[in-house]
């Protein structure tokens, strides 16, 4: 079992950058980040596989980015132009399912096992 723990959410105004940070206990998982807003599903919003392989939704993909540092095992999700519909809880994922499998699931909430407790980021317009 991994424990994760997100850092870095808070508020920006609308064209503003945030950098979110997750540590798992442990290395070598599939992870990725998710956000839900009020009254929404939880949607995948970018993964990376333990061989860093990344993907990420489109109405994200010009504007964050997602990195790890494999050797501090630190997960980034780096988010610029923000815009006021990007507010929401965003939580850290992570799973052990084989490669093949993850890239066609890597988005769905569904394909991890483990969750961090979500951190909040609200965008102002």
């Known amino acids: 079992e991994v424990q994760l723990v997100e850092s870095g959410g808070g508020s920006s105004q609308a064209g503003g950058s945030l950098t979110l940070s997750c540590a798992p206990s442990r290395s070598q998982y599939n992870m990725a980040w998710f956000r839900q807003a009020p009254g929404k599903e939880r949607e995948g919003v970018a993964a990376?596989?333990?061989?860093?392989?990344?993907t990420a939704a489109a109405s994200v993909k010009a504007r964050f980015t997602i990195s790890k540092d494999n050797v501090n095992n630190i997960l980034y999700l780096q988010m610029n132009s923000l815009k006021p519909e990007d507010t929401a809880m965003y939580y850290c994922a992570a799973d052990t399912r084989p490669l093949e499998d993850w890239f066609l699931h890597s988005l769905k909430r569904y394909a991890y096992t483990y969750w961090g407790q979500g951190i909040q980021v609200t965008v102002s317009s």
């Open positions: 990376i596989s333990r061989l860093n392989i990344t």
